[in-house]
């Protein structure tokens, strides 16, 4: 590696494609995201604290109530959920980096630019407030630029999104190290390569929906505007379409982090992992069959509504059986409760209710009473905290050591879970009887003498919990990096590949690629007393990608073309968009050679094998 | 080590405690979907309570399985080293977790389709003698339409009781969603297309209705009301409604007509004429609520005509606080007060 860039960490970072790089700032992005989304869901709730309270008022509450979806699910369950697929997915398949390094960091570069352009709306004139769905006519009717933000913002870092599912396919397809076979995969890997496969069908859709949505908004046309022989319904399939696999996107590589976690904090293997890997699976196609349980209330006619309530109740099914096989998991083991196994294991019960109310959902009949109500902010908390959130928390404080090198303070740990485990239950109980009592979602106040006030004085305390639990869990953070326990390479007392190297990994991961004799392969081999992996190759030189500036550039030219796009200046717009462009086009006449570690340079205990 | 175990039950402390709280009541009565005043709603109560059987009995499954795992397989110290045996799995478990869900589900499935069509029965085709309401929701209020009995009205929903009375939903804005909870589930009304149900209430009752589809800054406030009455009553109101005058009955009246024919009239109706971008106000005196949310006060009716997006944020009426002054605001009230059909 050329020195200058070794001497400035600002460029070092800005430049990087190590998968191991690019997942930190995946997560310290995703973190930051979480926080505003946190605040904003604070704010939503404090609104919300008496009947007819004024505190936000109603336009900036539905800024915020838009916002704090789309921030939840695009700026910080996504990019966590892909800052842990780049920790440690090569780790786990005993690979060197992804497949594609530089598509890696543009993907990340991408996802930044517009979760940076979708909050310029805050400073620039309001933020969107058509909700995450943005259903149009109110979208496109809505006055201000606040839903320009939204749909070029999400736009921009959708392709993020897309392109970084591709590179997870191709990564879990091809650099799987020898004897990694598809059935040896640790569950994570699993669950996020299907994830990866549901994020290649599903993001086309959005994109679709979205780019509908900005030629309506920017260049007159009329797709979506009933008058001028539009379809206002068409934005509804295309965005669930999306979005609902979006939400299997979200938890299937969360049920992967909870798979290992449990295996390892019960010392046991994984109960049923065929079993397990079928249902990850199949709840990743039927995710795609069902979206319409979002809009039983549309008027698509009791067929179809018949149809999808029937293949969403099969869900259940695949569900179910990854529930079980978690608590054969542990019955019989030496279950012991770390943090990581506190919030996998609360996790159990919190989203087994959210499923319960899942499979209620999708009764039409009864949807026509749920649906937009309260009862379903209930249940979508249930599923996406109780297991998307459960799952990102469970995962932090678990591979932690191995991506910082240091130890979570696991007293701060369990306060965290605590506050937020009771929080959560007390915000999100009691908004089930609010939707059954007649209370409809996105409502900015609610007028008093509605049996309406307890359950949201209720409802706003444990968000209060929530963000309290959030703090400690911020500074266990700063604690830990300012004075953090050194951790050892192993200090679970792991079953997969990563824990088999030292923390955090070397930038080359592994000196000699290891053979993989099992499922759980590091397991296999401390039991059969070995200290290190076998290696499946001899020591030589280790071949390394050039790091490029390229990926930033290109994603900043598209961050300048969709922010010009917003204020039609179009000149400054085309501008931006010729920086992407001959960001491509040096990509594609560069040779990159990469450089080489050489085989003396590595540490001597780097695995020299037999 | 005993007490340890009885950490785990403290988790479902603030849990019961919230159900408790909460489970002090089913809401109030006019507006929650937990006591069913109609014969949808109660279709739609019965599958809620399958559904939730059905759900409740998986959850005692897994909470039993739960609690013995966390009591009985909890490592013991920091020195129990022992290695559990390393279980692959259990082929016949895996078959008896598959398929009792699924026969669950199949005996939630029957009924769910079976309500799904009834609940659309006839909306195609109503019965030659039912009573049909066009519904059309407008950013934030609602539009009453009784095609058959040429009537128009706005925010409260007359309806008789004892009957399917069958519904033609549609918006002219943005998309809303009708919903009285306790009367029946929502129907979306949607932009460019005509949705169809029936509601049927059991007995005579005021009952809230609610906008259930984002629509904007005052969603919130887009309430209305529906009023059942027996047949015969209804029968009454609607005679009334057709013969509905709008004479002024004081001076002060007359001179609130005169105010309200030279501006109000180009979007409010009274009786026949008038405008149709805002609300018909042919029996705005006997409604109980003003805009649907403020009570029925001269004070409220002056307030809201100063400025309306005080009180509904991002509504379409103009302010006319600056165009009037007290006294032809008074005068407006009284008019507007004197237009009833009820006594």
Not at chain 1, 79 to 94: D, K, R, S, T
Not at chain 1, 381 to 388: P, Q
Not at chain 2, 64 to 87: A, C, M, S
């Amino acid at each position: 590696m050329s020195d200058y860039k070794k001497k400035n960490p600002v460029w070092d970072w800005l430049t990087t494609v190590d998968h191991k790089k690019i997942g930190i700032l995946y997560l310290v992005s995703g973190a930051f995201f979480f926080l505003l989304g946190g605040l904003e869901a604070i704010l939503l709730r404090v609104q919300l604290l008496y009947p007819e309270f004024d505190f936000v008022g109603a336009a900036t509450f539905n800024q915020l109530l838009t916002m704090h979806g789309t921030t939840m699910i695009f700026l910080a369950a996504m990019p966590l959920i892909f800052g842990f697929m780049n920790a440690i997915i090569p780790l786990q398949i005993g690979a060197r980096d992804v497949a594609f390094p530089f598509i890696n960091s543009l993907g990340f570069w991408l996802f930044s630019a517009g979760g940076i352009l979708l909050n310029l709306g805050w400073f620039m004139g309001g933020a969107p407030d058509a909700g995450w769905t943005g259903y149009a006519p109110l979208s496109t009717t809505s006055p201000g630029n606040g839903v320009d933000f939204y749909v070029l913002g999400l736009q921009i870092s959708g392709i993020g999104t897309l392109i970084g599912g591709i590179n997870f396919l191709v990564t879990i397809i091809n650099m799987r190290a020898p004897g990694m076979t598809f059935m040896r995969m640790p569950l994570f890997t699993w669950s996020s390569f299907i994830t990866s496969g549901l994020i290649l069908f599903a993001f086309p859709a959005l994109t679709i929906g979205l780019a509908l949505l900005m030629f309506d908004r920017l260049f007159g046309t009329q797709f979506f505007a009933a008058e001028a022989g539009g379809n206002p319904i068409i934005y509804e399939h295309l965005f669930w379409i999306f979005g609902h696999p979006e939400v299997y996107i979200l938890v299937l590589p969360a049920f992967g982090m909870f798979s290992e976690i449990i295996a390892t904090f019960s010392r046991k293997r994984l109960f049923g992992y065929s079993a397990m890997v079928f249902a990850t699976a199949l709840i990743g196609f039927l995710g795609f069959m069902v979206w319409v349980h979002h809009m039983f209330t549309v008027g698509l006619g009791p067929i179809a509504n018949s149809i999808f309530a029937v293949a969403t109740m099969l869900i259940a099914v695949p569900t179910g059986v990854k529930i079980f096989n978690w608590l054969f998991t542990m019955w019989g083991g030496k279950v012991s409760f770390p943090t990581a196994n506190l919030f996998a294991v609360g996790f159990i019960p919190s989203f087994v209710l959210g499923g319960m109310t899942g499979v209620m959902l999708s009764v039409p009949p009864a949807d026509y009473q749920y649906h937009d109500s309260y009862f379903v902010v209930a249940h979508f908390h249930y599923v996406i905290v109780g297991g998307v959130v459960f799952g990102l928390f469970a995962g932090f404080y678990y591979w932690w050591p191995k991506i910082f090198g240091t130890v979570l303070n696991e007293f701060l740990g369990k306060l965290h879970f605590w506050l937020f485990f009771i929080g959560f239950h007390l915000t999100f109980f009691p908004m089930h009887f609010l939707g059954l009592m007649g209370m409809p979602r996105r409502v900015y106040t609610y007028l008093s003498g509605q049996s309406l006030d307890e359950a949201n004085f209720a409802a706003t305390i444990g968000a209060f919990l929530m963000g309290i639990a959030t703090i400690v869990m911020v500074w266990n953070i700063i604690q830990t990096a300012v004075k953090g326990k050194k951790a050892g390479n192993d200090p679970w007392d792991g079953r997969t590949l990563e824990w088999a190297i030292s923390s955090p990994a070397p930038e080359y991961n592994f000196a000699q690629t290891p053979l993989i004799r099992g499922l759980d392969a590091w397991w296999l081999e401390k039991r059969a007393g070995n200290k290190v992996m076998v290696p499946a190759e001899p020591l030589d030189d280790i071949h390394m990608p050039d790091a490029s500036i390229l990926p930033f550039v290109m994603s900043l030219g598209l961050f300048i073309a969709g922010l010009a796009a917003i204020y039609s200046m179009w000149i400054i717009a085309i501008g931006g968009l010729v920086l992407t462009v001959v960001g491509m086009v040096l990509r594609s006449v560069i040779d990159y050679h990469g450089y080489h570690i050489h085989k003396e340079d590595l540490p001597a205990e780097g695995g020299k094998g037999k | 080590m005993q007490m340890k175990r009885w950490k785990n039950v403290w988790r479902f402390l603030p849990l019961l405690s919230v159900i408790a709280l909460t489970l002090t009541g089913c809401g109030n009565e006019q507006l929650t979907t937990l006591l069913p005043k109609g014969e949808g709603a109660e279709m739609q109560f019965n599958l809620m309570m399958l559904s939730l059987y059905v759900m409740i009995g998986v959850f005692v499954v897994v909470a039993l399985i739960y609690t013995i795992v966390l009591v009985r397989f909890r490592r013991r110290g920091e020195d129990d080293n022992e290695i559990p045996e390393q279980t692959e799995g259990n082929v016949v478990l895996e078959i008896l977790w598959t398929t009792v869900p699924i026969i669950l589900l199949l005996i939630l499935a029957v009924p769910t389709v079976m309500a799904t069509f009834a609940l659309d029965e006839g909306t195609d085709s109503p019965p030659e003698d039912a009573l049909v309401i066009k519904v059309t929701a407008h950013q934030y209020w609602w539009e009453f339409e009784y095609p058959d009995l040429e009537i128009k009205t706005s925010q409260d929903l007359y309806m008789p009781t004892g009957e399917r009375v069958y519904f033609e939903l549609a918006s002219k804005d943005v998309l809303h969603s009708f919903w009285v909870p306790t009367l029946g589930g929502k129907m979306d009304t949607n932009t460019g297309t005509v949705n169809k149900m029936w509601l049927n209430a059991n007995e005579p009752g005021t009952y809230f209705g609610k906008c259930a589809e984002l629509c904007g800054p005052s969603h919130a406030l887009m309430d209305f009301k529906v009023i059942a009455q027996e047949r015969d009553d209804f029968d009454a109101w609607a005679e009334k409604m057709q013969n509905a005058s709008s004479q002024a009955a004081t001076d002060q009246a007359q001179q609130g007509e005169e105010l309200f024919a030279k501006s109000c009239i180009g979007c409010h109706a009274v009786g026949g004429e008038g405008g149709n971008t805002g609300p018909n106000l042919t029996n705005f005196g006997d409604r109980e609520m003003v805009a649907g949310i403020l009570e029925h006060t001269d004070e409220n009716i002056k307030g809201w005509i100063a400025n309306p997006g005080e009180y509904k944020p991002g509504n379409n009426m103009p302010a006319f606080g600056d165009q009037l002054n007290d006294e032809e605001l008074d005068a407006l009230v009284e008019y507007l007060n004197g237009l009833k059909v009820e006594e």
